[in-house]
Structures are given as structure tokens and as C-alpha cells.
């Protein structure tokens, strides 16, 4: 027994002992990629890499991150900019990268861009590659991302454990060795989409809120109160096709706005603009296209500008 | 908790080294504390059907002291006693839904309307395997083959063993109850090969058959999609899955006996390299076959019968073990074509077949065309409908063009690799049993092996066989 426990000790020390290194090298490598995780990573090191100073923060899914430009709402309202939308991600993990983000910095003015699925909770976690570079001993992490089906508790506390079997993100990582480090991206979180129309989807469906989410939402709420952030709801267009899909819609529309009353936020609402109706600005019933997140953009910066002049 | 994970190799960490080192020298205290690590492990997939492992395993502890106990009629009631509830419970569990459905589809045809009521029931993990190391140790008792096992302890651990508890290999009573009252020493070569069948079966399971499943599932997903070349490919893809995930758990399930000193039945025997099918299923899945032939074949007259009786008890075990595997008239159909091809080579006499290892063109060329077979017929076992198997067999043979499949280089690379260092080891237990002579050059390809365990597992899918 002695004998194979030295054994096995001199063939598993190597492995312990270059764990660490090894987890840094590849966290490092892959986080500079720029396409990898679908450019999450941009916004990751842009906020690991405290290079967001900007005023407004835009969060919420890919209503925020692919259909607002902050370089127009800069230009429209005056005040910098930041789109922090994560693709597919509701609440929760919105709230993780806020969490994340407000380690080092704080804005004035938050939108919380809104819609049907935000308070909603997905089956597992999707594009989690984009969690991998940053998520050894981080107890955010830890906390929002655990119990999902993705992530174990250990993958937060053993090095490299994270890694096994993310082929692709370990290949990714070796490409960039000799890459230069990352300097900050120049999108500021916006990602628009130039596809066209390609959605036939016409099976209606019920959404339902989460009370867990939900009760995350009001604790953000409160937590941006109590640091004097003002926060402003928006709940971005949707083609006129989502109101027959999406069964309850109004009914959620309903209880966000009832949120923003409770809580003395103001709303603005473009679920019934005039955008609604232009398919050639969409490319599915819930997602404006390039042309039409330019259009919303300027819409919302107006918004902003006209209804909150004082708040600005 | 899978055998290719953290959480096990932990697990079966704290119960090699508390087994060796604190009880190592009671063999009784080892077998409670296998048995109470075996129940643990059970319970991590569904604790509420150890309830039914406990049962099944005092079901037939007490038969077969019945049966030893009578001489007369007695004997037989027991049995009886014990298969049929046995069975009854795999019946219920696993064939409920699919004999009331169908029963209701051939009333539906004559125009009879039923709507069954379907149970809505979990399949308890391993009960296709515990069940028939239950009934093959009542049988053996019953025929005298072996005393009954009057400890209860030694006989629950024969049955509930953790390393082959959920998917084999089913084990014999008088091959595994002797190591269970036999005092175990540490055995340094013995842990250590034990060790290596376990980094080679999780090479074979993590890398191998899951990375191949992402092909298969998509292909067969699609399969309206792709032209004939394409589901060729799906199909072999498949045929790598179900070998690597099947014999890696089973080398997994053979390590981690073999590093608490124990030996298990060898459950594979590289079957790919076999020249027909009567050579593949002395080679796939040894332990459920063989377990066939002794409790089935042989009861039915066997082969020392009349030529249509082999034929009809060749049937017989083929579709029975078809339908050991699933509720599904596809398996039934994959056990069929099995027995038709294996017949010829069952009709031979002993003398006339071909057993020599002697590698030749025409035994490449008869290897190539029995993993062909296998290929086919595995269409069945994968698809989800007999109307599927038919109609992707169909596009592979009337709608062959080149491959419009991008498929990894990774894989290009890992698949003839894999069936190159299979090759050199077919003639050993398992295919890197033999090291090589400098200890530099091993510890270089386990650290190679496990390199590419950690970067090319496939996306971890479930164990194929623990849904039988």
C-alpha cells in the first residue's frame, strides 16, 4: 500500500501542482478572444478591466444588447453610455454581471431594459462559456450560477475543474497564446443583428414570472435607491405578430409596470409604438434588427432626454 | 453518480483507502462497509427504489435457503415464488406501458376503441441487471450448482456491488460469493492494473462514445435531412458510441472491483474484431449472453436439438435479449436480425467454424463485414420507430452519395487511434493492460490519456445501458 500510495502521490502531484497555473493561463488566453462566447467576453473584461466610467448602464438581455446603440443615446441625451445586456440571460444573471460590474464602479442612471422573459427562469445556462475565465473562488458565481444544471460546486473551487471537457474553449485559449492581451473593446456592449426576417413562429405560449426572480429585481431596486443610482425602466418594441404568440403578454406588461409604480421608477413603454408594425425593422417578433435598434435608439434617447431633462 | 465524474472519484477515493487501510485486515467489516457504500451509491440515483433493491435481494436470500431447505415440490414453489415476482416487478416497471399500448393498437386496427391507462413511472436504475443476478443465483441454488449463501451480508453484496450494481456485469454467484468470503489482501499489481482499466474505460466512455454521440444524436435527429453516406456515418458513429460507452463503463465497473481485490466477469472482448456475428456476441456484453444461453439456450434444448428447434431457440434468445433492452418493438427487431445472421454459424457443426486468429485478407474482409452487419442492425436499437430504422436503412443503401457531414478533425484523429491501440491489445483483458517496459514512457501516455480525457470529453451524456 505504501508503495502505491507514493506512486500514485508522484503521478497526481504534477497535476495538483500545475492546476493553478495551468486554469490562469487558459482563463487568461481565452478571455481574449473575440468571438468566442459570443463577444461576451468584451463586456467581461471591459468590466474586470474597469473600463466602463460611463454615466447610463443599459441592462438586460438581448433586447438591450442587441438594440441599443450607446453611441447614439451618447449623442441623443449627452451622457455616456453602456450597454451591459447579456444574450439570453434573464434577471438573475443580469444581475450577476451587475453585481461584478459594481465591485469597482457606479453609474448615475440605470435602464433596466424590460420584456417578457426578464423575470423568467431558463432551463440551465445558456453560452456559459463566457462564465469560464472568471469563475474560479468567485462567490458571485458561486451564488447565481450553482443549480442550474451547468455548473458544480466545485467548479468554483478546484482549478481547471471548469474546463473539463470545454473542448472548444481550451482550443480557443491555445489559439490566443500569442495574442495581445485584451485593450477594451470599442462596441461598448452593443452587438446589432443585420439579419433579416426568418421567423414563422406562430405557436402561441404563456410566459410566467419567477417570485425568485422577481424578488432579486426588487432587491436591485432597492440596492440602486439606497446608493442613490435612478433607474429607469424602458420595455423595448416587438412586432406586432408577438401579442397573438405571446398569450399573456399584457397581463406581464401589466405586473412590470405595477413594479415600477410600487417602487416610484418611471416606465416607458414601446410595446404599442409605431416600429411595432414595420417587419423590415425586426427579424423575429421579439428582436429589432440593425435598422431598427438604430431607430429605437434615437426613440429612447429622446425619451430620455424630454422625460428625464431634470433627472439628467 | 456517474463513474466519469469528480464527485465518484472522491467517493471512491475515501472508500479505497478507508477499506485497505482502516479495515483492511476484517473481511467481514469490509463486506459491511461495501455494502453500506453500495447502498449510499444506489441511493444517489433514486433512494426511493433501494426499497426494491433491498426487497429483490432478501426476495431471493430467502428463496434460496427455501429451496436448499425442501426436497420435495416445495423447491419448485420456491423458485417459481421468486422468478415471477421478480420478473413481475421488471414487467410492471419496464414492459407495462409498452404491452398495454400495443395491446391497445391491435384492438384500435380491428376497430376496438381502448385508451389504456399508462403508468407514468421512473425506471429504477440497474433493475434489469440486479434482477438477473438474483435469478441466476436462485436458479444455481435450485439445480444444485451452489449452496445457498446463509450470510445475509455476503449475499446483499453480491447483489447490490456498487462497481456493477446499475449496468453490470451481471455476475454469477459461484464466480463473485467466493471473493465476497474470501479474505482480500492489497494487492500493489493488482490495484494498479485496476487503475489503468479504469483511465482506459473513461477514455473510452468520455472521449470515444461521447464525442461520437454528438454525431449520432444529430444525425439521427435529422435523418430526413442527410443522404444515405451521411446516415452511414451516423449509424457507425453510433456503433463507436455504444461500444465505448458500454465497455468503458464495464472496464470502469472492472477496475474499481479489481482495486478493492476483486475480479469481475469480463463483459468485452474487443467484438469489432470479430469475423461473424456468433464470434460478436461471444464477444459483446459476454456476461448478458452467456447468462442467456445457460438460463434460456440450454433449458430449451440448446444446440444438441433438431435443426428447427436450434432455429426456434436461437429466435427465442435473440428477441428475449432484445427485449431485455427496451420496451420497444426495435429492439425486438435488432435481436431478430441478430439471430438470422447468426444462424448459419450456429447451424455449422463445432468442427467446421473458424476460430483461428490468424489475420488474412479474408478475415480483414470478414471483419469489415460483420462490423457492417452490426452497424445495420445497431439502426434499430438507436432509432426511436421501426418506420425510422426501416426508412434511414433505406436512404443507406438506395440513396448513397458522399458524406454532407462536417465531422471534427479531432475525431478523425481520436477514432483510428483509438481502434489502432485496440488492435494491439485485443489478445489482452483490455487493450493497454501490457505496459511497456520503462516507467518514463507509461506514466508519458497516462499523462497523454488524460490529457485527452480532460480536453476532448464530449458534452457527458448518460450511460446508454443505464436505461436497461
Known amino acids: 500500500m505504501k508503495t502505491f500510495v507514493v506512486k500514485i502521490s508522484f503521478f497526481l502531484i504534477p497535476i495538483f501542482l500545475l492546476a493553478y497555473p495551468i486554469d490562469l493561463i487558459i482563463s487568461k488566453n481565452l478571455a481574449k478572444s ?32 442587441s438594440q441599443i446603440s450607446p453611441f447614439i443615446i451618447e449623442k441623443t441625451t449627452g451622457i455616456s453610455a453602456y450597454n451591459m445586456g447579456m444574450d439570453g440571460q434573464q434577471f438573475e444573471l443580469q444581475y450577476l454581471r451587475w453585481k461584478e460590474y459594481k465591485k469597482n464602479n457606479a453609474p448615475k442612471y440605470v435602464v433596466s431594459i424590460v420584456d417578457i422573459f426578464f423575470l423568467s427562469e431558463n432551463a440551465g445556462i445558456y453560452n456559459h462559456e463566457q462564465f469560464l475565465p472568471y469563475a474560479l473562488n ?7 450560477l450553482l443549480n442550474k444544471n451547468t455548473f458544480d460546486y466545485l467548479d468554483f473551487k478546484i482549478p481547471l475543474i471548469r474546463y473539463y471537457g470545454e473542448q472548444q474553449s481550451i ?77 399573456n403578454k399584457s397581463s406581464i406588461i401589466d405586473s412590470l409596470k405595477a413594479i415600477a409604480t410600487q417602487n416610484n421608477l418611471n416606465f416607458i413603454d414601446f410595446s404599442k409604438c409605431s416600429l411595432n408594425k414595420d417587419q423590415t425593422k425586426f427579424y423575429n417578433y421579439t428582436h429589432l434588427n440593425k435598422k431598427g435598434a438604430e431607430i429605437f435608439s434615437s426613440m429612447l434617447g429622446d425619451s430620455l432626454k424630454i422625460k428625464f431633462y431634470s433627472v439628467f | 453518480m456517474l463513474f466519469n465524474t469528480i464527485y465518484f472519484s472522491l467517493f471512491f477515493s475515501c472508500i479505497f483507502f478507508l477499506y485497505w487501510i482502516v479495515l483492511g485486515k476484517n473481511r467481514n467489516q ?63 416497471f419496464k414492459y407495462y406501458n409498452f404491452f ?46 451452489i449452496k445457498p449463501e446463509k450470510k445475509i451480508i455476503d449475499y446483499s453484496l453480491f447483489v447490490s456491488f456498487f462497481p456493477l450494481l446499475v449496468a453490470g456485469p451481471i455476475e454469477r454467484a459461484s464466480h463473485l460469493l467466493p471473493q465476497i468470503k474470501k479474505n482480500r489482501t492489497f494487492n500493489y499489481t493488482q490495484t494498479v492494473d485496476g487503475l489503468k482499466q479504469i483511465l482506459w474505460g473513461w477514455f473510452k466512455k468520455a472521449v470515444i462514445a461521447d464525442q461520437c454521440a454528438v454525431i449520432a444524436n444529430d444525425i439521427f435527429a435529422n435523418y430526413e435531412e442527410h443522404n444515405g453516406g451521411t446516415l452511414l456515418l451516423g449509424a457507425i458513429c453510433f456503433a463507436f458510441q455504444i461500444y465505448g460507452d458500454f465497455s468503458g463503463y464495464s472496464d ?125 442492425a445497431w439502426v434499430f436499437f438507436r432509432s426511436e420507430t421501426v418506420s425510422d430504422a426501416f426508412y434511414y436503412i433505406y436512404k443507406i443503401f438506395f440513396n448513397f452519395s458522399w458524406i454532407d457531414y462536417r465531422i471534427s478533425y479531432i475525431l478523425l484523429i481520436l477514432i483510428p487511434l483509438f481502434i489502432i491501440i485496440e488492435w494491439k491489445g485485443r489478445n489482452d483483458n483490455y487493450a493497454i493492460e501490457k505496459s511497456s517496459q520503462h516507467t518514463w514512457l507509461n506514466y508519458l501516455f497516462y499523462y497523454f490519456l488524460v490529457g485527452l480525457i480532460f480536453v476532448f470529453a464530449g458534452e457527458n451524456q448518460k450511460f446508454i445501458y443505464f436505461q436497461f
Open chain 2, 30 to 92: 469490509q463486506n459491511i462497509f461495501l455494502l453500506t457504500a453500495s447502498y449510499f451509491f444506489y441511493s444517489c440515483w433514486d433512494w426511493r427504489f433501494l426499497f426494491l433493491l433491498l426487497f429483490s435481494t432478501f426476495l431471493d436470500y430467502f428463496s434460496g435457503i427455501q429451496i436448499a431447505k425442501h426436497f420435495d415440490k416445495k423447491r419448485k414453489y420456491w423458485l417459481w415464488l421468486s422468478i415471477i415476482i421478480n420478473l413481475s416487478f421488471l414487467g410492471v
Open chain 2, 100 to 145: 398495454i399500448s400495443s395491446f391497445s393498437e391491435v384492438l384500435n386496427t380491428f376497430g376496438i376503441s381502448f385508451s389504456p391507462l399508462l403508468l407514468n413511472i421512473v425506471l429504477p436504475v440497474g433493475i434489469s441487471f440486479y434482477t438477473f443476478h438474483g435469478l441466476s443465483y436462485v436458479i444455481d441454488v435450485y439445480h444444485q450448482k
Open chain 2, 252 to 376: 470502469m465497473a472492472l477496475g474499481t472491483a479489481r482495486m478493492l481485490g476483486f475480479e469481475l466477469l469480463k463483459n468485452f472482448n474487443f467484438p469489432y474484431f470479430s469475423k461473424n456475428i456468433a464470434e460478436f456476441w461471444r464477444k459483446w456484453h459476454i456476461s448478458l449472453s452467456s447468462w442467456f444461453r445457460d438460463y434460456l439456450y440450454i433449458p430449451l434444448g440448446g444446440s444438441r436439438t433438431s435443426k428447427l428447434k436450434i432455429i426456434r431457440n436461437t429466435f427465442i434468445i435473440f428477441i428475449v435479449s432484445g427485449f431485455w433492452h427496451g420496451a420497444n418493438w426495435t429492439f425486438i427487431i435488432w435481436g431478430a436480425i441478430n439471430a438470422i445472421f447468426i444462424l448459419p454459424t450456429v447451424l455449422k457443426s463445432e468442427k467446421t467454424v473458424d476460430k483461428s486468429d490468424k489475420i488474412t485478407f479474408k478475415s480483414i474482409f470478414q471483419i469489415i463485414g460483420t462490423f457492417f452487419v452490426t452497424v445495420i
Open chain 1, 138 to 144: 468567485n462567490k458571485n458565481y458561486e451564488n447565481y
Open chain 1, 171 to 247: 482550443i480557443t485559449s491555445l489559439k490566443n497564446c500569442f495574442k495581445q492581451s485584451y485593450r477594451g473593446s470599442t462596441s461598448k456592449g452593443y452587438y446589432p443583428s443585420e439579419e433579416k426576417w426568418n421567423d414563422n413562429n406562430t405557436t402561441p405560449y404563456n410566459v410566467e414570472i419567477q417570485p425568485r426572480i422577481k424578488d432579486i429585481y426588487l432587491k436591485f431596486i432597492k440596492e440602486c435607491k439606497n446608493e442613490g443610482i435612478k433607474i429607469i425602466m424602458v420595455y423595448p418594441p416587438e412586432y406586432i405578430s408577438s401579442d397573438k404568440i405571446i398569450l
Open chain 1, 34 to 65: 473575440e468571438t468566442h462566447a459570443q463577444f461576451e467576453y468584451h463586456t467581461w473584461n471591459d468590466i474586470y478591466n474597469e473600463n466602463i466610467d460611463d454615466s447610463l448602464i443599459f441592462i438586460g438581455n438581448s433586447r438591450s444588447r
